[in-house]
């Protein structure tokens, strides 16, 4: 039949359309089904990922609270407040009745960080609150010198978070204990491990949790330890359980364990325990700082996925067939412009998402309205939403935090979770630089206050150059422009002043004189009402210095007291360009009582020595008017005139030598340390009122004569005489020695002594004097210190002992019995090598495996090892009698299982002694 060249047009495009229209159909298909799956796979991995965020924050709630209990403690512990950590059972009791769901609050205290003078590494003191019986109940035990808890030992090595293996226990007096978990902060402070705070939080609720997921038919969720026990599961028979029990194949050949440990998110398939082919999702549960990590497990058999798959492949591939037949026409017009071009498009760029590539060239211009326009423009806007996070993830890793992402709807999962990631990355970096600067701040503090002390050790018999060696480094540390100090004068009297003695500005010292009165001025105020004054804007015409070069004047004024104990000794004074920082404000408060105490003791320091000099002189002059009285007397016949002119002089200067004398007496009355004067024979010659009552005496005349043979034994007698009587011969002093006192009747004492030649306004020697400072009380500190450390050698040779009876026991034991040590969950962690012999292993072969390896139970049986197994755990001894064969030679071994407990009591190994009685079977047993 001869067709026309529109027919045969129509004809060949029609029929070439419908077969390509129909093979494109078929991928399309094909290719929805592969995503079918992927999509399913990516809500599997979705879901598994919101269901840990959920466990995660209920975790990191309770680590939160435990961090804060560990802060708390940090503070108390620096600012010296550990008297009544007792009382933080209160705060627990308060933290129980706010977190019903929360079982214990505890925490431990290092004993060395809360009681100055405790040396020993171990001793704790614990608090813990907990639940018994409807109440919360407290306690608080302590304990010294050892630490038996391994698990404790193992928190203070690492100084980190921990996330505790799950265990059982019983807080409420239930009849069966209940699975459980402790979250735990440490306490740390100086990069030591000074205690930590936990809390103990129940798990029994997990169970209806992840018995509650179950995204598709047949599907189901689990949590395990790091350790492979279940935690949470849909068979609540199966809590506590060992997941190898069901997954040891499937665990083992997938480095199941190892990953969990790690915190390794893992996916594969396998059959599982219902024989069926499935999707295995784990992914870790981590909460803090903790390297611990649970895995939550969600498993979905592969054929409910197909089946979703299979079912869109169909419905996909019947419509289109069907809408073929009925368009094939139209198709010739259409189809170009309105479904091959568009599906081409998308087709690549679903490749192109595919693949992970994803920017603004993939944009696809939309011409119609239809449904495949609507995919298109829904694409567009998946395209350009992962484009916008794609680039917002740049900038957050860039360090960028302020940037921002407009979602895309209120489902956008996708890009909450980028929002709120980078909310957090932006808190974090906030909070890490506030912590940076509080520590330099202190470091700061802590180093100006250390220069400081040098500082003050030096020229402390010289106030005016102590003075001004304070301002300039005052100016230096706080980079101020000027500084003064003024030292309270109260030599008159009648009318005490402020003295500069020192000011500096501009990077040089000031020679300038200025009296201040009390309560005149700033500074008068400042010491009046003895507090500290800031002022930010100070009067242009305040600061009399400026600088040569022009620059403008300070505006800021700090003024601080010289105080110690309510005492003012002078006032400091600090102007600046700069706002003084209120760590400024408190490192110059803390200089200036340092200064106060310093000047204190340089003052008492100069003026005793003035008065000794002032009096020696004193008595100098007396001597000689005394000389020249006597002269004036031989010429009395001659000269009346002349004398009674003397004989003024002299009262006058009698007067004047009375007033020396009281200041000498007030020296001698007042000062706690012994003051006294011997005549060339060391003999008593004036003694202060110390000394006298220090010798059971009331009056100087009833010292005076005596020596030291009269009141000390001759053991100290002799060599006090002796140096006495070397600094008469040699005109040198002795200052500072320490010298052991033994009374006649039997007290002993012990003093520092500082003993000078006394001299004559000639010069010449006529005796000794000395200054004694009584410190018995530290000698004798040092001698019950010296006594504790041999009670303490002998306890460690004592305990040293103990160790090696223990130790050679324990190899008796392990030589003449059969000994495996198992942990509280049942692997085991020690083999003698009398049972590896007997087996013909290694040890590497044994040590890991678990107590149940390669046994098989049935119902009855599984239920009796658990029974057994929570017996030990409960501290029950179980004795057992084993019969197997070993190269068809067959033992009767006579075992006992033994719980090791910690000093708190909790179980932290089981140890069985196992004896080999196979002499008691039968030859044909045998």
Avoid at 549 to 565: D, M, S
Wanted: a negative charge.
């Amino acid at each position: 039949m001869k067709l026309s060249l529109k027919e045969k047009i129509i004809f060949l495009f029609t029929g070439t359309s419908f077969l390509i229209l129909f093979f494109l159909l078929f991928l399309t298909s094909a290719r929805f089904n592969r995503l079918s799956i992927e999509t399913a796979k990516s809500r599997i991995s979705l879901l598994a990922d919101k269901e840990v965020k959920k466990f995660e924050a209920a975790l990191e709630r309770d680590m939160s609270v435990a961090r804060t209990i560990a802060s708390s403690m940090t503070v108390t512990i620096k600012e010296g407040k550990t008297s009544n950590i007792q009382e933080y059972n209160n705060l627990y009791t308060n933290i129980l009745e706010q977190y019903p769901d929360v079982l214990s609050v505890w925490d431990s205290w290092e004993l060395k960080f809360v009681e100055p003078g405790y040396t020993y590494e171990h001793g704790r003191i614990k608090n813990y609150a907990w639940r018994e019986g409807g109440k919360i109940l407290v306690n608080t035990i302590r304990t010294e010198k050892t630490e038996s808890s391994a698990d404790y030992i193992t928190l203070k090595t690492n100084k980190s978070e921990s996330l505790e293996e799950p265990y059982f226990d019983n807080y409420e007096g239930q009849t069966e204990n209940i699975l459980m978990t402790s979250v735990i902060a440490p306490c740390i402070i100086d990069g030591n491990f000074a205690g930590v705070a936990g809390l103990d939080i129940p798990l029994s609720n997990y169970h209806q949790v992840v018995k509650s997921i179950v995204p598709f038919k047949d599907s189901y969720a689990f949590i395990i330890s790091p350790q492979l026990k279940f935690i949470a599961h849909p068979d609540r028979d199966l809590i506590g359980d060992d997941a190898l029990f069901s997954y040891e194949s499937i665990f083992t050949s997938h480095g199941v364990q190892d990953k969990v440990i790690n915190g390794e998110p893992i996916e594969f398939e396998a059959t599982d325990i219902n024989g069926k082919l499935s999707f295995f999702t784990f992914r870790p549960i981590s909460v803090g700082k903790c390297p611990q990590h649970w895995s939550f497990v969600l498993i979905t058999p592969r054929e409910t996925i197909l089946a979703e798959a299979r079912h869109v492949f169909w419905t996909t591939l019947t419509i289109g067939l069907i809408a073929i037949l009925l368009l094939s026409g139209f198709i010739y017009l259409m189809t170009l412009k309105f479904l091959i071009n568009p599906i081409s498009k998308v087709t690549q760029n679903l490749e192109r998402l595919s693949k992970g590539h994803v920017d603004n060239s993939m944009i696809v211009d939309v011409d119609n309205n239809d449904e495949i326009g609507t995919m298109i423009t829904h694409l567009n806007k998946t395209v350009e939403g992962l484009y916008k996070k794609t680039e917002f993830a740049k900038q957050v890793g860039m360090g960028n935090y302020d940037t921002s992402l407009e979602l895309l709807s209120d489902e956008d999962v996708l890009g909450k979770s980028l929002i709120e990631m980078n909310e957090n990355l932006r808190k974090a970096r906030e909070e890490a630089l506030i912590r940076q600067r509080n520590e330099e701040k202190r470091r700061w503090v802590n180093e100006g206050l250390a220069r400081f002390g040098d500082i003050l050790r030096q020229n402390n018999n010289d106030i005016e150059a102590l003075s001004a060696s304070i301002v300039k480094n005052l100016v230096g540390i706080l980079n101020a422009n000027q500084s003064g100090l003024f030292i309270y004068n109260d030599e008159n009297t009648d009318e005490p002043y402020f003295e500069l003695t020192a000011a500096y500005a501009y990077n040089r010292q000031k020679f300038i004189k200025k009296h201040i009165l009390l309560g005149e001025g700033l500074v008068g105020t400042c010491a009046l009402e003895k507090q500290t004054i800031y002022l930010k804007d100070i009067p242009e015409n305040y600061i009399a210095i400026s600088s040569g070069l022009g620059e403008a004047k300070p505006r800021n004024l700090l003024i601080v007291p010289l105080k110690v104990e309510d005492k003012i000794f002078g006032v400091l004074e600090l102007a600046s360009f700069n706002e003084f920082e209120d760590y400024q404000i408190e490192f110059v408060e803390k200089v200036a009582q340092s200064i106060g105490q310093t000047l204190q003791s340089v003052r008492t320091n100069i003026r005793t020595a003035e008065l000794l000099a002032k009096t020696q002189q004193q008595a100098e002059e007396m001597k000689a008017q005394e000389e020249e009285v006597r002269q004036n007397l031989e010429e009395l016949e001659t000269i009346k005139e002349e004398l009674e002119k003397r004989t003024a002089e002299m009262e006058e200067n009698q007067k004047q030598l009375e007033w020396e004398k009281s200041l000498l007496d007030s020296l001698l009355n007042y000062l706690p340390d012994k003051i006294y004067f011997k005549d060339l024979k060391s003999r008593f010659i004036k003694v202060s009122k110390s000394t006298l009552e220090f010798f059971g005496m009331s009056k100087q005349e009833e010292l005076i004569g005596k020596s030291d043979f009269d009141f000390f034994t001759e053991e100290h007698a002799r060599p006090a005489y002796e140096d006495e009587q070397r600094i008469i011969r040699t005109d040198t002093p002795i200052i500072g020695i320490v010298e052991k006192e033994v009374m006649n009747d039997g007290r002993v004492t012990w003093a520092e002594t500082s003993k000078l030649p006394l001299k004559n306004s000639h010069g010449e020697t006529i005796g000794t004097f000395g200054i004694t400072r009584d410190i018995t009380a530290s000698k004798l500190m040092e001698e019950e210190i010296s006594k504790k450390s041999e009670k303490e050698e002998a306890f460690k040779r004592d305990l040293e002992k103990k160790v090696i009876e223990l130790e050679n026991l324990y190899k008796a034991i392990n030589d003449s019995a059969y000994v495996i040590e198992y942990s509280p969950e049942g692997n085991v962690t020690f083999i003698n090598e009398a049972y590896l012999q007997l087996l013909n292993l290694n040890a590497d072969d044994v040590i890991g495996k678990h107590h149940s390896y390669q046994m098989e139970f049935t119902d009855e049986q599984r239920k009796n090892y658990k029974q057994f197994w929570d017996d030990l755990n409960n501290g029950i001894v179980r004795k057992e009698t084993s019969k197997f064969s070993i190269n068809d030679k067959t033992y009767l071994f006579y075992e006992t299982y033994t719980p090791i407990r910690d000093a708190e009591g909790n179980v932290v190994k089981i140890m069985k002694i196992a004896f080999n009685v196979s002499h008691l079977l039968s030859e044909n047993q045998i």
